[in-house]
């Protein structure tokens, strides 16, 4: 064999590897992408849209889930979920006599369900980002009640609105107090891929 033999079959192996590691970081970008997708549902397409590219939104969401590993989640007692359940009904009958303060009571009710289940009591923006990774179907329902509740607090919310804000906060609601929360064990377990 002479030199030129040997240099051509060194670069061929070359570009095969490196097609080789191509491929293989696509699939693993692409089982990882899926799996993001799967795990947050309509949380993945508005990341994507908020961060303005999938690697970034991707990042954050790992990064979410990552934070959200570290806090203890627990499910809700039986007697918690009675007394939550009668703190919502109360919120309701609040509705028909002052549909403001019926907001501002249910907002409040959901911040203090979040403590009982274990997420921390940060700002709003932390809030939905921890609610993205075990509630990610519902999560919208929390932002859409929050701008309405802005909007009640400016006094720019008419009843309608508030009603729209106290169905958001009910969908959020019964998703916290009805859904059984995952053992740390399982949780830990469903790990995304790095």
């Given at each position: 064999?002479n030199d030129?033999t040997?240099?051509?079959?060194?670069?061929?192996?070359?570009?095969?590897?490196?097609a080789?590691?191509?491929v293989?970081?696509?699939?693993?970008?692409?089982?990882?992408?899926?799996a993001?997708?799967r795990?947050?549902?309509?949380e993945y397409?508005?990341?994507?849209?908020?961060?303005?590219?999938?690697?970034?939104?991707?990042?954050?969401?790992?990064?979410?889930e990552?934070?959200?590993?570290?806090?203890?989640l627990?499910?809700?007692?039986?007697?918690?979920?009675?007394?939550?359940?009668t703190?919502w009904?109360a919120v309701?009958?609040?509705?028909?006599?002052?549909?403001?303060?019926?907001?501002?009571?249910a907002?409040?009710?959901?911040?203090e369900v979040?403590?009982?289940?274990?997420?921390?009591?940060?700002?709003?923006?932390?809030?939905t980002?921890d609610?993205?990774?075990?509630?990610?179907n519902?999560?919208?329902?929390?932002?859409?009640?929050?701008q309405?509740?802005?909007?009640?607090?400016?006094?720019?919310?008419?009843?309608?609105e508030?009603?729209?804000?106290?169905?958001?906060?009910?969908?959020?609601?019964?998703?916290?107090?009805?859904?059984?929360?995952?053992p740390?064990?399982?949780?830990?377990?469903?790990?995304?891929?790095?």
């Open positions: 064999m030129t040997t240099v051509i079959i060194v670069l061929l192996v070359g570009v095969v590897a490196i080789l590691i191509a293989a970081a696509s699939r693993q970008s692409r089982s990882r992408r899926l993001l997708k795990r947050f549902g309509p397409d508005r990341a994507i849209l908020f961060f303005g590219n999938p690697a970034r939104a991707e990042r954050e969401l790992a990064a979410r990552k934070r959200m590993a570290r806090f203890h627990h499910e809700l007692d039986d007697v918690t979920r009675q007394r939550f359940g703190a009904a309701q009958a609040r509705f028909i006599d002052n549909p403001a303060q019926a907001v501002v009571a907002n409040d009710l959901i911040k979040m403590l009982a289940i274990g997420y921390p009591a940060d700002d709003f923006d932390q809030r980002a609610l993205s990774v075990a509630h990610p519902v999560v919208q329902h929390y932002r859409a009640a929050h309405l509740a802005e909007s009640n607090q400016a006094g720019q919310a008419n009843t309608e508030m009603r729209q804000a106290v169905v958001h906060y009910r969908a959020l609601f019964t998703e916290l107090v009805d859904r059984r929360v995952a740390p064990s399982e949780r830990t377990l469903r790990q995304l891929p790095a």
